[in-house]
């Protein structure tokens, strides 16, 4: 089969990850006889500085024209000084909504051979960590009304928390399916002691839960939440939650792992579409120096054989030739122990396309 890739490196080390995610993708095509043909596209600082803004109307249409995105991160220093609307980070707002990428996957996993590098005590992890957060991607706050108006205490600004009955089902239906297929237990994070817009959610996550008698059902407020993922994070199975408060509990849950290097992501629209990316970012202090670890970016590559193309044993491949070269003893700096030999970002890919 042939497939259209939309690539998109960005900035900082998001061009060395992905060149090394193409090469483990070519690796695979390869051995399980695909095509996967590269588009590239420009997002974020890149290109603000070739074009003026950070998502040209191109980028929006190759992506359009493709299976799926690849995505390295956006970002950096050189762009921290302009206004809020103009950053390179409003290029992933403005490709979530132009997409229609209202689910965003984000897997915690806390994988054995770094065990140590996790923050929390042994026993709290014993077993090991398997959380994936079903973050509401393109709704809520983020995509409310927002503007200025003038209070008694002097000129204000808002941002509306808003969501609708079809995006909290679509996005609960997407939380049960994956629990189906996982652990059996969903968590639905609200604050609906306080919010209207939350108690909306809850209704309609529990309506859509009575499809779904054989997954558990719990609800948390966000606060606790937060709690309970430091105090008891093997409770947690599928957590479903809104776009702020997701883009918060997802980082928190994947540093409790200690491998936010390894950590993968998937957005994904209705049907089969979707734009993968790593959860770190941009990492500017590190960028060309051959040193970036571009094993998240390989997983999310995995993630999209699995979900958009249906290639599951090829997704399979890809994982397990990622736990080889781990447990082979390879480290990139960022999961070395202090002492431990290193190496780097293109030996890294070489090691896994070898693995495949
Ligand atoms: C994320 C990021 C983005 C978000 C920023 C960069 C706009 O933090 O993907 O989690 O808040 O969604
Ligand atoms: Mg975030």
């Known amino acids: ?43 974020g600082g890149c290109a603000i500085d070739a074009t003026g803004a950070c998502l040209p109307q191109e980028t929006v249409d190759i992506c359009k024209k493709s299976d799926a995105v690849l995505l390295g991160a956006v970002g ?11 950053r390179p980070e409003m290029a992933l707002l403005g490709l979530r909504k132009e997409l229609g990428l209202f689910a965003n996957l984000r897997p915690a996993l806390l994988f054995d051979v770094l065990a140590d590098a996790c923050p929390l005590k042994p026993e709290i992890v014993e077993g090991g960590l ?35 009955e079809g995006e909290v089902r679509r996005i609960a239906r997407v939380a049960f399916d994956m629990a189906v297929k996982r652990g059996g237990k969903v968590t639905s994070v609200d604050k609906a002691n306080v919010l209207e817009s939350s108690r ?8 859509v839960g009575e499809d779904y008698l054989q997954v558990e059902l719990n609800n948390l407020y966000i606060d606790n939440a937060a709690m309970q993922l430091v105090k008891n994070p093997k409770q947690f199975d599928v957590i479903v939650t809104g776009n702020i408060f997701g883009d918060i509990l997802s980082d928190e849950a994947s540093m409790i792992t200690g491998s936010i290097g390894l950590l993968p992501s998937a957005s994904l629209a209705e049907g089969n579409f979707g734009m993968y990316e790593p959860v770190h970012g941009s990492a500017p202090d590190i960028a060309g120096k051959d040193m970036a670890n571009p094993m998240a970016t390989i997983l999310s590559a995995a993630m999209m054989l699995r979900y958009t193309f249906g290639l599951g ?10 736990k080889k070269v ?31």
């Open 1 to 43: 089969m042939n497939y259209k890739l939309a690539v998109i490196p960005g900035d900082g080390i998001g061009p060395e990850v992905v060149g090394e995610t193409l090469k483990v993708l070519d690796k695979v095509g390869e051995r399980f006889g695909h095509k996967f043909e590269y588009t590239k596209a420009l997002a």
């Open 76 to 86: 950096g220093w050189k762009w921290d000084s302009l206004p809020g609307n103009e």
């Open 130 to 164: 398997d959380i994936v957060v079903v973050r509401e991607l393109t709704g809520g706050i983020y995509f409310g009304e927002r503007g200025f108006k003038d209070t008694d205490m002097g000129p204000a600004a808002y941002d509306v928390e808003q969501y609708s």
């Open 200 to 207: 909306l959610w809850r209704r309609v996550v529990a309506q």
């Open 313 to 322: 044993e090829e997704a399979d491949a890809v994982e397990n030739a990622v």
């Open 326 to 356: 781990l447990a082979e003893g390879y480290r990139t700096p960022d999961i070395a122990k202090p002492g431990e030999e290193t190496i780097g970002t293109e030996r890294t890919g070489e090691l896994i396309a070898g693995a495949i």
